[in-house]
T-cell receptor, first 115, second 112 residues
Framework: GAGVSQSPSNKVTEKGKDVELRCDPISGHTALYWYRQSLGQGLEFLIYFQGNSAPDKSGLPSDRFSAERTGGSVSTLTIQRTQQEDSAVYLC?????????????FGSGTRLTVV | GQSLEQPSEVTAVEGAIVQMNCTYQ??????LSWYQQHDGGAPTFLSY????GLEETGRFSSFLSRSDSYGYLLLQELQMKDSASYFCAVRAAPAQGGKLIFGQGTELSVKP
């Protein structure tokens, strides 16, 4: 597509429930990233997919967080047993491999509120 | 690891010039990037510096000094629409996946 698409744009969930966040990257972009942004804060790295390589999961805050990328395209970030501290905007980005000077293209994010 | 420092907020007047600084600590250096984010919006890529010096794109310029582990973003002829948060980011080493590590951002407020 023309840009990075994320859904849903907003999600309110009860503490303890599981949630799934979806990211559809730009066609042809082999790299896909998930970041988390709390109110007024910077972007916290969560996980990175590059082609068929094993994902870099070094930023996932706990084992309640997981992500997958199917067919080298769409990615889903799953948070199990949500906690109030999980409330944040979850941002997905994609980029062309080797094109560092082009930067990342971010989606508009999913605003997650855990009540 | 990597860490970045940015002033939390800057205020400037419409039509003026503003400089937003970024200092970083990295194990190896693989480029400094700048992103703009309006309230409630997606971060958008502004510039990338791999080598020392100034890169200019219209009203925006970005500077890098690798020996000082320092960079800045310069905005000229400020407009009200430039009010946003500005993030610098460094790239992690290839062995760490080359992902971007972001600073906490500088919130720029442009006043009439």
């Amino acid at each position: 597509g023309a840009g990075v698409s994320q859904s849903p744009s907003n999600k309110v969930t009860e503490k303890g429930k599981d949630v799934e966040l979806r990211c559809d990257p730009i066609s042809g972009h082999t790299a896909l990233y998930w970041y988390r942004q709390s109110l007024g804060q910077g972007l916290e790295f969560l996980i990175y997919f590059q082609g068929n390589s094993a994902p870099d999961k070094s930023g996932l805050p706990s084992d309640r967080f997981s992500a997958e990328r199917t067919g080298g395209s769409v990615s889903t970030l799953t948070i199990q047993r949500t906690q109030q501290e999980d409330s944040a905007v979850y941002l997905c980005a994609s980029s062309q491999t080797g094109k560092q000077s082009y930067g990342y293209t971010f989606g508009s994010g999913t605003r997650l509120t855990v009540v | 690891g990597q860490s970045l420092e940015q002033p939390s907020e800057v205020t400037a007047v419409e039509g003026a010039i503003v400089q937003m600084n970024c200092t970083y600590q990295t194990s190896g250096f693989y480029g400094l990037s700048w992103y703009q984010q309006h309230d409630g919006g997606a971060p958008t890529f502004l510039s990338y510096n791999a080598l020392d010096g100034l890169e200019e794109t219209g009203r925006f310029s970005s500077f890098l000094s690798r020996s000082d582990s320092y960079g800045y973003l310069l905005l000229q002829e400020l407009q009200m629409k430039d009010s946003a948060s500005y993030f610098c980011a460094v790239r992690a080493a290839p062995a760490q996946g080359g992902k971007l590590i972001f600073g906490q951002g500088t919130e720029l407020s442009v006043k009439p």
